[in-house]
Structure formats: C-alpha cells, structure tokens
C-alpha cells in the first residue's frame, strides 16, 4: 500500500517521475500480481480527479491574473487620485497663504472682542442711565405729589373758608330778610310817619294791639319768619336752578356743505372761532348760542361744534343748556339740532340717532349718531 502512495504521488508530479514509479513498479512486480490488479482501478479514479483539478487550477490562475490586472489599475487610480489631491492642497495652501485667512481671521475676533467690550460698557451706561432716570422720576413725583398735597390743603381751607363765608351770607340774608320784614310792617301800619297819631285807622287798629304786650313784637317776628323762610328757597331754587345742566356730545363724522355752513353760521352770532391746520386738514371749531326759545322749547342751547373744512366733515357737536329751562331730552335736543343743519342745507343727508347713552355708563351723556351709507352721503 505505502509503494502504491508513493507511486501516485510520483505521477502526480510529472510524467519522469510516472516512469520512476513505473520502474519501481516492475521491480516489486515480483511480490505479487494480486497488490496490482487491486489497485488498477484506484489509479484509474486518482488519475480522473488530476485532470478536474488542472483545470479548476488553470481557471484559478487567470481569475488571479485579471485581479492582479484591477488592482495595478485601482493602483494606478489611486496614484492619480493622490497626486490630484495633493496640487488641490498645494492650491488651497497657497491662496490661504495669499489671502492670509489666519491673520483676517485674528483681526476679526479682535474686533468681535471689542465689539463686545463696547457693548458691555453701553449696557452698563444705559443700566445706570435708567436707575438715574428712576431716581429723577421718583423725585419728580414726590415733589409733584408735594405739591398737589399743599394746593389740596389750601383747596380743602379756601372751600371751608367758602362755606363759612356762605354759611355767614346766609345768616345775613335772614338778618336783612327780618329787617326788610319790620319796615314793610312799618310802612304798611304808618308807624314811622311822626303823625301816626293824626291817622285814624292806625288808632282804631293798630294802636289796640301795639298796646296788648308782646303782640306787636310776635306779629313782627312772624313777619320775619315768613319773609326769612321765602328768601332761603328762593335763593336754593337759584343755586339748584344754575346747577343742573343739559351736555349732550355726540361725534357724527359727517359730510356736510361748507358754503351752506358758512351762510348758516353768518346768521348766528359766533363767540369763539379757533381753526387747527396742518398739511392735510383743516379743523374749526366755532362755539355760539341759539336765540329761539320757541323753537328749542325753552333756553336755547350754547352749540360748540368742530369741524373739517378741507374734506367738508362734521366730526363733534356738543349742546348745553339749563336742565330746569328746557322741555327737551337729549335724543330730542339732538334731533332738533340735526333738522337745524337740514333746514339749512348743510347735511347733505338727514342724521339719524342711533342711540343715547345713559349717565350711569358714566360717558358724560355722548351720543352715538347712525352714519349714512357713502352712496347716501354722495347722491
């Protein structure tokens, strides 16, 4: 068995080493015939799978070859690739060189650093600025607040010395009301004529009652009291009377006709014209009286009105009248002052009051007024 090995690798090598195997072969042929038919067959196989193994050996070598042939291409590549990248360096070195990005680059954070450094020191300036400016308004308003404490006080001393002086007026009113009270009895009894005596009916009448004690003196003091009690209220249904108000202020931003206004206002007696003008308006607010109590139901109202003379608007109104003169409310007192300006041709279109606000809103009475469609407005 080991002879048949050794001459099987023998063949594996080379055709001079098949014939070596051979030879070897025939000299053992003399140990027997048998060893060599048994293994006839077994070279047959081993000589089979040489051929098989040539081939895949060959087709191995030239996949080899063609690897070997890539990898100097990829090589090649490579090299190219390389020496490409390194000029690109070179090149980026030198225009970083030309330009000199790092000496840019330091002067730049050395400017952002004292950017920086300037606007820390602004920050802080303007920290201080503002606790100064704290520290100026706080002594601002305690002085303001000072000052507003004194005026009230001497507000709160002039009303006082006012009520006392009223409370004083009004006592001497009652002293003058009884001495009024006392020479009205005189001159209507005669009694300060030196010749009461002379006159008849005073003796029949008065004399008897001057006569009885103290009906004389309680006649005049009735008389006082009578005539002290009608001038107290009539002088509070004065003051009551000059206190209530009618203010009925309505913004209306409606277009009206100048040159019919300006003939409407000729015909009233104007008090106050002030006229506001600037590059794109003109505003006038003119302030007169109304004279025809028939027509207002009573006082007639003092009309400020303000508006555009430029663009021809009607933009405020503000009515005022004596609460206790007049019949009017203040949807009423509106409507009349709207039929007014209609009369006149100054509206163009009629204003409708859309609604009044209540003195419990706490709006002074203003009024809110309907505006008119732009179609309306310009027929």
């Known amino acids: 068995v080991e002879e048949e090995r050794s001459e099987v690798e023998a063949d594996s090598v080379g055709k001079e080493g098949g014939e070596g ?45 063609q690897l ?13 690739n390389e020496r490409e990248r390194k000029e690109k360096v070179k090149k980026v070195l030198g225009f970083y060189e030309i330009i000199e990005l790092q000496d840019l680059e330091q002067g730049v954070r050395d400017r952002a650093g004292d950017m920086k450094k300037n606007i820390n020191g602004a920050s802080r300036e303007l920290k201080s600025l503002q606790e100064m400016a704290d520290v100026i308004s706080e002594v601002t308003q305690s002085r303001t607040q000072e000052a507003l ?5 001497n507000l709160e001393d002039v009303f006082r010395a006012n009520e006392r002086a009223s409370s004083a007026l009004e006592v001497m009113q009652v002293v003058l009301a009884g001495s009024l009270a006392f020479d009205i009895l005189d001159r209507f009894t005669g009694q300060y004529l030196s010749i009461s005596n002379e ?14 004690p103290g009906l ?16 107290v209220r009539f002088m509070r249904y004065m003051s009551q009377r000059s206190q209530s108000a009618l203010a009925v202020r309505a913004t209306l931003n409606q277009k009206i006709n100048i040159p019919n206004l300006s ?16 590059e794109s308006l003109m505003v006038r607010k003119v302030i007169w009286t109304e004279r025809d109590r028939a027509y207002w139901q009573g006082e007639p109202p003092r009309i400020e009105m303000t508006y555009d003379a430029q663009h021809g608007y009607l933009l405020k109104v503000m009515l005022q009248t004596s609460l206790a003169r007049t ?6 007192m509106l409507d009349a002052f709207s039929r007014l300006l209609s009369s006149n041709g100054v509206f163009d279109t009629k204003v409708l009051v859309e609604a009044l ?17 732009p179609s309306q407005a310009d027929p």
């Open 21 to 65: 195997k051979r030879t070897s072969g025939g000299a053992h042929a003399s140990s027997g015939k048998g060893k060599q038919a048994g293994s006839h067959f077994r070279l047959e196989g081993e000589e089979s799978g040489k051929e098989g193994v040539g081939a895949d050996l060959l087709s191995i070598e030239d996949e080899v070859r």
């Open 68 to 80: 070997a042939a890539e990898r100097k291409q990829m090589e090649e590549i490579l090299r190219k």
């Open 149 to 153: 404490a004194v005026n009230t006080k």
């Open 199 to 212: 006159v008849g009916w005073t003796n029949e009448n008065i004399t008897p009652i001057i006569n009885i």
């Open 216 to 231: 004389w003196l309680g006649i005049n003091l009735f008389a006082w009291v009578i005539l002290g009690f009608c001038l």
């Open 263 to 278: 003939l409407f206002l000729r015909k009233r007696k104007v008090e106050i014209a002030d006229t506001e003008r600037d």
């Open 327 to 332: 019949r009017l409310t203040e949807a009423s």
């Open 357 to 373: 606000e209540a003195e419990d809103d706490g709006r002074d009475g203003r009024v809110g007024v309907l505006m008119p469609s």
